[in-house]
Nanobody, 120 residues
Framework: VQLQASGGGLVQAGGSLRLSCAASGRTFSGVGVGWFRQAPGKEREFVVAISGSGISTRYADSVKGRFTISRDSAKNTVYLQMISLTPDDTAVYYC??????????????WGQGTQVTVSS
Protein backbone atom coordinates (compact mmCIF):
# COMPACT_ATOMS: atom_id res chain seq x y z
CA VAL A 1 0.00 0.00 0.00
CA GLN A 2 1.27 3.45 -0.90
CA LEU A 3 -0.05 6.34 1.13
CA GLN A 4 -0.12 9.93 -0.04
CA ALA A 5 -0.76 12.60 2.57
CA SER A 6 -1.76 16.06 1.41
CA GLY A 7 -3.57 19.19 2.49
CA GLY A 8 -1.01 20.74 4.77
CA GLY A 9 -0.10 24.38 4.64
CA LEU A 10 0.28 27.63 6.53
CA VAL A 11 -2.69 28.86 8.51
CA GLN A 12 -3.27 31.43 11.21
CA ALA A 13 -4.16 30.43 14.74
CA GLY A 14 -7.84 29.65 14.94
CA GLY A 15 -7.93 28.53 11.35
CA SER A 16 -8.76 25.20 9.78
CA LEU A 17 -7.21 22.67 7.47
CA ARG A 18 -8.28 19.34 6.06
CA LEU A 19 -5.66 16.70 5.49
CA SER A 20 -6.16 13.79 3.15
CA CYS A 21 -4.53 10.39 3.08
CA ALA A 22 -5.07 8.57 -0.18
CA ALA A 23 -4.14 4.95 -0.64
CA SER A 24 -3.02 3.28 -3.81
CA GLY A 25 -1.85 -0.19 -4.60
CA ARG A 26 -4.64 -1.83 -2.67
CA THR A 27 -7.88 -0.90 -1.03
CA PHE A 28 -8.03 0.85 2.30
CA SER A 29 -11.24 -0.94 3.07
CA GLY A 30 -11.25 -2.71 6.40
CA VAL A 31 -7.85 -1.33 7.37
CA GLY A 32 -7.31 0.87 10.38
CA VAL A 33 -5.68 4.21 9.66
CA GLY A 34 -4.01 6.64 11.98
CA TRP A 35 -2.51 10.10 11.90
CA PHE A 36 0.66 10.97 13.74
CA ARG A 37 2.60 14.20 13.89
CA GLN A 38 6.13 15.23 14.61
CA ALA A 39 7.17 18.72 15.61
CA PRO A 40 10.79 19.91 15.30
CA GLY A 41 12.89 18.47 18.09
CA LYS A 42 10.08 16.29 19.37
CA GLU A 43 9.15 12.65 19.04
CA ARG A 44 6.41 11.52 16.73
CA GLU A 45 3.11 11.49 18.57
CA PHE A 46 -0.26 9.90 17.99
CA VAL A 47 -3.07 12.18 16.91
CA VAL A 48 -6.07 10.13 15.87
CA ALA A 49 -7.08 6.81 14.36
CA ILE A 50 -10.11 5.29 12.71
CA SER A 51 -11.08 1.64 12.46
CA GLY A 52 -11.42 -0.21 9.20
CA SER A 53 -15.19 0.03 9.41
CA GLY A 54 -15.07 3.70 10.23
CA ILE A 55 -17.22 3.12 13.29
CA SER A 56 -14.56 3.47 15.96
CA THR A 57 -12.21 6.37 16.43
CA ARG A 58 -9.52 7.26 18.90
CA TYR A 59 -8.23 10.75 19.61
CA ALA A 60 -5.33 12.16 21.53
CA ASP A 61 -6.54 14.37 24.37
CA SER A 62 -4.79 17.36 22.85
CA VAL A 63 -7.00 17.31 19.74
CA LYS A 64 -10.35 16.12 21.07
CA GLY A 65 -13.12 18.43 20.06
CA ARG A 66 -10.97 20.11 17.40
CA PHE A 67 -9.95 17.32 15.03
CA THR A 68 -12.24 14.90 13.26
CA ILE A 69 -11.17 11.83 11.34
CA SER A 70 -13.34 10.27 8.67
CA ARG A 71 -12.99 7.94 5.73
CA ASP A 72 -14.46 7.55 2.31
CA SER A 73 -14.08 3.97 1.20
CA ALA A 74 -15.22 4.72 -2.33
CA LYS A 75 -12.36 7.19 -2.71
CA ASN A 76 -9.91 5.07 -0.73
CA THR A 77 -9.15 8.13 1.34
CA VAL A 78 -9.05 9.09 5.00
CA TYR A 79 -9.53 12.70 6.03
CA LEU A 80 -8.44 14.71 9.04
CA GLN A 81 -10.46 17.85 9.56
CA MET A 82 -8.69 20.24 11.90
CA ILE A 83 -10.29 23.35 13.37
CA SER A 84 -9.28 25.89 16.00
CA LEU A 85 -5.65 25.30 15.18
CA THR A 86 -2.98 26.62 17.50
CA PRO A 87 0.79 27.02 17.07
CA ASP A 88 1.19 23.84 19.13
CA ASP A 89 -0.37 21.95 16.23
CA THR A 90 2.57 22.87 14.00
CA ALA A 91 4.21 19.65 12.84
CA VAL A 92 4.66 17.27 9.97
CA TYR A 93 1.58 15.10 9.85
CA TYR A 94 1.87 11.48 8.76
CA CYS A 95 -0.83 9.01 7.95
CA UNK A 96 -0.29 5.34 8.58
CA UNK A 97 -2.26 2.21 7.85
CA UNK A 98 -2.59 -1.18 9.46
CA UNK A 99 -3.83 -0.52 12.97
CA UNK A 100 -5.66 1.92 15.24
CA UNK A 101 -3.11 1.96 18.02
CA UNK A 102 -1.48 5.02 19.51
CA UNK A 103 1.79 3.10 19.11
CA UNK A 104 3.45 3.96 15.83
CA UNK A 105 5.39 0.74 15.37
CA UNK A 106 2.13 -1.19 15.08
CA UNK A 107 1.41 0.39 11.72
CA UNK A 108 2.60 -1.30 8.55
CA UNK A 109 2.48 1.50 6.00
CA TRP A 110 3.36 5.18 6.21
CA GLY A 111 2.83 8.18 4.01
CA GLN A 112 5.48 10.78 3.37
CA GLY A 113 4.05 13.46 5.62
CA THR A 114 2.55 16.87 5.04
CA GLN A 115 3.64 20.04 6.81
CA VAL A 116 1.16 21.98 8.90
CA THR A 117 2.30 25.36 10.16
CA VAL A 118 0.11 27.48 12.41
CA SER A 119 1.16 31.06 12.91
CA SER A 120 0.26 33.03 16.01
Amino acid sequence: VQLQASGGGLVQAGGSLRLSCAASGRTFSGVGVGWFRQAPGKEREFVVAISGSGISTRYADSVKGRFTISRDSAKNTVYLQMISLTPDDTAVYYCAAGDTSYISRKYDYWGQGTQVTVSS
